[in-house]
Nanobody
Framework: QVQLVESGGGLVQPGGSLRLSCAASGIIFRFRSMAWYRQAPGKQRELVSSITSTGTTNYADSVKGRFTISRDNAKNTVYLQMTSLKPEDAAVYYC????????WGQGTQVTVSS
């Protein structure tokens, strides 16, 4: 059974930083491409960033230069370092495989507000 547990969200002021973590179980993590997605109220869920099993990364244009995805295969964990946060980054952030499956976690809420 696949389980994805996101953490690290919170309230941050514009320009601030957060580091999200996603612990995965029930998958052979080291062989999987993983990704972070986000969904803001009233909007579709969107791909934020992805990382392949070999560490190749990809970013949405809206977060390039501000977000960094990484992974620790020994811990079955994928991270998203977010800097220079903007109000438009506010959303619930989820991790999943890339491409995603039906096994979504509960997500972690990121709020960017002064």
């Amino acid at each position: 059974q696949v389980q994805l547990v996101e953490s690290g969200g919170g309230l941050v002021q514009p320009g601030g930083s957060l580091r999200l973590s996603c612990a995965a179980s029930g998958i052979i993590f080291r062989f999987r491409s993983m990704a972070w997605y986000r969904q803001a109220p009233g909007k579709q869920r969107e791909l934020v960033s992805s990382i392949t099993s070999t560490g190749t990364t990809n970013y949405a244009d809206s977060v390039k230069g501000r977000f960094t995805i990484s992974r620790d295969n020994a811990k079955n964990t994928v991270y998203l370092q977010m800097t220079s946060l903007k109000p438009e980054d506010a959303a619930v952030y989820y991790c999943n495989k890339d491409p995603p499956t039906k096994d979504w976690g509960q997500g972690t809420q990121v709020t960017v507000s002064s």
